[in-house]
């Protein structure tokens, strides 16, 4: 019968970059570590004294706090878990334990130093057939050593986004001052009004004036679509192949968006607006990894070794950008999740499952960061009657809004 140490293992095997380990490599780990516990209220880390460590969560729940005092919650077996705990200047400063923990903890400098340390005849390598497009371990772990070493920087909101999302916050403040801001930009100033007088409003008289467009749109509306719009334009980079993925990941972020919008809206999900923000900060990690690996040219070598980059780090690096933006957790948490597929059923629908929808009616092309999408249909399916469905599986609601969702994409840069 296993043991529950037989079970640890099992569990650290599949946690990343670990499951990236050859078993030799793997087994040489193991004989550094042990499994540790930590009582309710215990902490789990603290900047400085654990910087150089990285935790495991194996069970349990932990709180982890900002230097400014906001939190979020990680739990053992959830997506945010399959990668170590540790420090983060703009992100993480103090765990605590919310429950009972079991967890593993190892020196950082093991993990890099793992891969050097067992000699290459040692491990049983079995010659790749001709064409097999494989793995790049040794580049996998020096991109994951580059994001915990923070040499791929997380970009910063415009002082402007800034600006405009203290003022919608302000309960003494209103459309006016958002607009006033807003004008100092004249390129934001035409996008909002592009934005007002949009399918997303349409029937309504055009208007020409800023402060009309914030009072039609609302003020937190303006402030999601302004941010939008801000984030757009936040990455370059100067390698062309880097360039095109990034020009996908936004224009699917843009589809993905959209479609969210014309979900929540018509199936009374949510609020439109917000679903639409999630929708396009879903991917956001994916494009903060692409404008930087003109630093990793190998990456392009091999299509696996950029499926796995993207697809294992995405979820961390959107968690990590979203909370230095100090956006909503109830955000940050949804898009972590976006493409989550193995969720159960539900007989309520909530913007979740709108994220999926969305996913299964986008045009199957394949990014190299996106979970496949099971063949047979998800599960988020069975929460909507067969009436609301085509015959080929697509929502009815959906088709009779192609021209509300292509505009929706012309706006957001789709």
Not at 314 to 336: F, K, N
């Amino acid at each position: 019968m296993p043991t529950q140490t037989d079970t640890d293992l099992v569990h650290l095997r599949g946690l990343l970059p670990l499951r990236h380990l050859s078993d030799a490599e793997f087994e040489g780990l193991t004989q550094h570590i042990d499994v540790e516990f930590t009582r309710v209220g215990g902490p789990l880390f603290r900047r400085g004294p654990d910087d150089d460590w990285l935790f495991y969560l194996l069970a349990g729940t932990v709180r982890i706090s900002d230097s400014q005092g906001d939190s979020f919650d990680i739990s053992a077996g959830t997506i945010e878990a399959l990668h170590p705990l540790s420090t983060h200047p703009k992100a993480r400063v103090h765990a605590q334990a919310l429950s009972a923990l079991r967890y593993v903890k190892l020196p950082a400098s093991l993990l890099a130093s793992q891969r050097r340390a067992i000699p290459r005849e040692g491990i049983q390598v079995s010659e790749a057939a001709a064409g097999e497009d494989t793995v790049d371990n040794e580049l996998l772990f020096s991109i994951y050593q580059a994001l915990r070493e923070e040499r791929l920087v997380l970009p910063t909101l415009p002082d402007v986004a800034l600006r405009i999302r203290a003022a919608a916050a302000d309960p003494l403040k209103g459309a006016d001052a958002v607009a006033r801001i807003i004008l100092a930009d004249p390129a934001l100033a035409s996008y909002c009004l592009r934005a007002a007088n949009s399918a997303v409003y349409a029937g309504a008289a055009p208007i020409t004036e800023v402060t009309a467009a914030v009072t039609r749109m609302g003020v937190e509306t303006t402030r999601d679509f302004i941010l939008a719009q801000m984030v757009r334009n936040l990455f370059r980079t100067s390698d062309p192949r880097c360039t095109a993925l990034m020009r996908a990941a936004w224009t699917h972020s843009a589809n993905i968006a959209a479609l969210c919008f014309v979900l929540s809206k018509r199936l009374g999900v949510g609020t439109p607006e917000q679903a639409l923000l999630t929708g396009l900060l879903h991917d956001i990690g994916v494009l903060v990894l692409v404008s930087q690996l003109d630093a990793f040219p190998q990456i392009f070598n091999t299509d696996a070794t950029l499926q796995a980059a993207l697809q294992d780090l995405r979820p961390e690096v959107t968690g990590l950008v979203l909370r230095a933006w100090r956006l909503p957790e109830s955000l940050t948490a949804l898009a972590i999740v976006a493409e989550q597929w193995s969720r159960p059923a539900t007989t309520k629908l909530g913007i979740s499952e709108i994220l999926l929808l969305a996913h299964w009616h986008e045009p199957r092309k394949r990014f190299p960061w996106a979970q496949p999408i099971p063949p047979d249909g998800a599960a988020v399916l069975q929460t909507l009657p067969p009436e609301d469905f085509t015959a080929n599986g697509h929502l009815k609601i959906v088709l009779e809004a192609r021209e509300e969702l292509a505009k929706l994409r012309a706006l957001l840069g789709g």
